[in-house]
């Protein structure tokens, strides 16, 4: 069992940086894969990011690849994403998510645990 709380949303300006972070609790986050994704008003949920156990793997949408970059400290039961060069198309609200294995998983269904969302704006 797994607790998540995103936090690090805001509002920027295209061309700007946000980066986010994801809590957990538990003494055994270092057994799961986590995942970012996003989800605007009336679409369905999107892959964003994915990174293994122990951080060595790492998979990203073709949408953000080269901007965005996940990561993890697991001492600190934590996961990041690192959001450059913004563009408007970002605006959503971000989810991390959480999956016992070692795979990345693209699919939602994938993962069992989730975060509350932080909202990410991006004005033109």
């Known amino acids: 069992q797994v607790q998540l709380v995103e936090s690090g949303g805001g509002f920027v300006q295209a061309g700007g940086s946000l980066r986010l972070s994801c809590a957990a609790s538990?003494?055994?986050?270092?057994?799961?894969?986590m995942g970012w994704f996003r989800q605007a008003p009336g679409k369905d949920r999107e892959f964003v990011a994915a990174?293994?156990?122990?951080?060595?793997?790492?998979y990203y949408a073709e949408s953000v690849k080269g901007r965005f970059t996940i990561s993890r400290d697991n001492p600190k039961n934590t996961v990041y994403l690192q959001m450059n060069s913004l563009k408007p198309e970002d605006t959503a609200v971000y989810y991390c998510?959480?999956?016992?294995?070692?795979?990345?998983?693209?699919?939602?269904?994938?993962?069992?645990?989730w975060g509350q969302g932080t909202q990410v704006t991006v004005s033109s």
């Open positions: 538990g003494r055994t986050f270092s057994n799961y894969a």
């Open positions: 998510a959480a999956r016992w294995g070692d795979s990345l998983e693209t699919n939602p269904n994938e993962y069992a645990y």
């Open positions: 990174i293994s156990r122990s951080g060595g793997s790492t």
